[in-house]
């Protein structure tokens, strides 16, 4: 009786898009045939996947259920994606791609047995934990069957690569020392920010011209006939790059990074072309070895510099500002991208290599208090990637999102928050309402609130409000879209814990702090930066509510687990803290000596004149004439 309902339900929603579809009288010509266009949003919305998305991110972290976890890891991530096969569906069949046949199979046969799948798997999931001792026979018969129902999805939307990624991202993962947790986290993110990275990688075809221009250049036509024998070698060998290059650029393009190594190192072999660097520098970053990755890079743009390739070593120098920003050579990437985006002016170039250096510049100095100098690079960035990618594109969300905090931490707070709305809207048309990259935009949003409300040290309640309203969107879409118990589900927990905080609820603040802290312990361990970051949100609740002793020692544990790590402004906070709930347990000589450590980091890795230097500078004078 229940899947004739489902179907009846599906067939009843599919009537109803349809309709609404007619309506709009948008149509396409299709070999002579006339068919209505699709748009990806509605689809989207009528056939959304966050209950599959959330059952199996729920599922792959939960340690006591014995299934083999790649499959599992597979679905978990290839459904939090959901949304980018619908695109692709409507995409392939307003294009012509697939038959009204497929396009329909799709809606009214594939998605209805996906619900109908996904109901056995969480019945055979709560048996299981209801009574551990259950066989997980029927489970792994449930996850099968849903496993293949998808597999025909992702067919008849044509994404059979962005599998084929999934799983190379995963095998990668399989040998790291990471939690589970992390490993899912790792192939989210790359999956999302790969693409920035081989957006610079040359096609094999531009590769192959390149090489043409390499043999012409070496020996020309109009050369000595006696040499003729030396340019046939020498296109010999630039076609035996050229094929190692593709096999390499193919391989790269399904994210196989350790199979497309050899075929660079083969392709440099025959020649010592920037592109065959670049490409080889990218494997190797992406599998996390950065001195490989640095090495190559280095000697890309050097051969750059060799061959007077001017376009070649800014995309290089590019790549390595970028590789210095994510290692904490923050100096050495602004240096580095002022460089890059030197040499792209002097060319007259102003395309999506563009926009990202601009981007990633302002990030950068942002992180380092410098807002003056950062802003113009992040209007540029908005500026280009509107241009180059599109209003409408992911990557021009990000930089009109990294814009608004600029603006936000510089007092224009209206035009942040418009801009961080736009963001907001363009995530929500490409990914769809419940999706990931949506939650980071509330909780951006919320932040911007939270600096308006407390700008020139007053307190706006009602903003205060409209912030904790975007974090609690935030976490709702979050755990929509993960389940219950994901690391970016704390993430949330955390934001709306401090929002309480300051709202003077104490007791609801511990509750969101607290089961943010049991989330990330189960997935990360007890040793990790996040748990660090939860004691410190759950010391200052402790301080408020005076009860000191218990801050002290949350951020005492804080502290011990950042002071191992790299992150000296993390250190920074927690030492202040600690200091101000040693001060106020009346211990203030061993509480100053805190409070200076903070002021003394900052100031070391800030400078003087910075805004967290100024911002701080005051603290150390504050617990010297405490109860004075």
Not at 93 to 120: G, H, M, V, W
Not at 263 to 278: D, G, K, M, W
């Amino acid at each position: 009786m229940w899947p004739n309902k489902v179907r009846y339900l599906a067939a009843c929603s599919f009537l109803a898009l349809s309709a609404r579809e007619s309506a709009s009288q948008k149509t396409i010509l299709c070999g002579g045939v006339s068919r209505y266009e699709f748009d990806a949003k509605v689809l989207q919305t009528e056939y959304s996947g966050t209950r599959f998305s959330s059952t199996f991110s729920a599922l792959s972290i939960q340690s006591k259920i014995d299934i083999d976890p790649k499959q599992v890891q597979e679905l978990a991530v290839a459904t939090q994606v959901w949304n980018l096969f619908l695109r692709a569906l409507a995409e392939s069949y307003n294009k012509c791609l697939i038959t009204n046949d497929q396009f329909y199979e799709a809606l009214r046969s594939d998605y209805p047995r996906l619900n109908i799948d996904i109901s056995e798997v969480e019945k055979e999931i709560t048996a299981l934990n209801e009574n551990q001792g259950e066989d997980t026979k029927k489970l792994k018969a449930s996850i099968d069957k849903f496993h293949a129902d998808f597999m025909k999805f992702v067919g008849n939307s044509g994404q059979e690569d962005l599998i084929k990624k999934i799983d190379a991202l995963r095998d990668q993962l399989s040998t790291a020392d990471l939690t589970l947790a992390e490993k899912l986290d790792r192939i989210s993110g790359q999956l999302n920010e790969a693409n920035d990275k081989l957006f610079s990688i040359q096609s094999a075809d531009g590769v192959k011209a390149n090489l043409n221009k390499f043999s012409q250049k070496a020996v020309p036509e109009a050369a000595n006939p006696d040499l003729r024998e030396t340019r046939e070698k020498l296109t010999a060998v630039a076609t035996t790059a050229g094929s190692e290059y593709e096999k390499g650029y193919n391989q790269l393009m399904l994210y196989r990074y350790r199979e497309a190594i050899p075929h660079f190192e083969n392709a440099l072999a025959s020649v010592r072309l920037p592109e065959f660097y670049l490409a080889l520098g990218i494997c190797y970053w992406q599998l996390s070895d950065f001195p490989q990755a640095e090495g190559n890079l280095l000697k890309g743009t050097k051969a750059s510099k060799f061959n007077e390739d001017l376009r070649s070593e800014g995309r290089l120098t590019a790549q390595l500002s970028i590789l210095y920003s994510e290692l904490g050579r923050r100096q050495e990437a602004v240096d580095l991208s002022e460089k890059s985006l030197s040499i792209f002016r002097s060319l007259g170039i102003r395309d999506g290599n563009v926009a990202m250096t601009e981007n990633n510049l302002g990030v950068i100095l942002r992180l380092q208090g410098d807002f003056r100098r950062a802003l113009p690079h992040a209007q540029q960035a908005v500026n280009v990637a509107s241009t180059e990618f599109g209003i409408d594109h992911p990557f021009t969300a990000i930089a009109k999102d990294e814009l608004a905090e600029l603006l936000a931490r510089t007092g224009d707070f209206q035009q942040a928050l418009e801009l961080a709305n736009e963001a907001l809207q363009i995530d929500v048309s490409y990914y769809g309402a419940d999706s990931i990259p949506v939650a980071i935009r509330y909780n951006n949003l919320s932040g911007i609130l939270q600096e308006q409300a407390t700008h020139d040290k007053k307190y706006d309640a009602a903003l205060m409000d409209r912030a904790l309203e975007y974090s609690q969107r935030a976490a709702k879409t979050a755990e929509r879209v993960y389940g219950p118990n994901h690391p970016y589900v704390a993430t949330c927990l955390q934001s709306l814990a401090f929002l309480y905080y300051g709202k003077g609820e104490l007791d609801r603040a511990a509750i969101y702090a607290n089961r943010a802290l049991e989330i990330n312990e189960n997935a990360y361990g007890p040793k990790h930066p996040k748990i660090a970051s939860c004691l410190n949100i759950i010391s200052l609740i402790y301080r408020k509510k005076e009860l000191y002793e218990a801050a002290i020692s949350a951020a005492k544990r804080a502290l011990e687990i950042d002071e191992s790590g790299a992150n000296q402004y993390n250190v920074a906070v927690i030492c202040n803290n600690l200091g101000w709930a040693l001060i106020e347990a009346g211990r203030k000589v061993e509480g100053i000596s805190y409070i200076q450590r903070s002021y003394n980091l900052i100031l070391g890795q800030f400078g003087l004149n910075n805004f967290y230097t100024e911002r701080a500078r005051q603290s150390p004078d504050d617990a010297q004439n405490f109860g004075k």
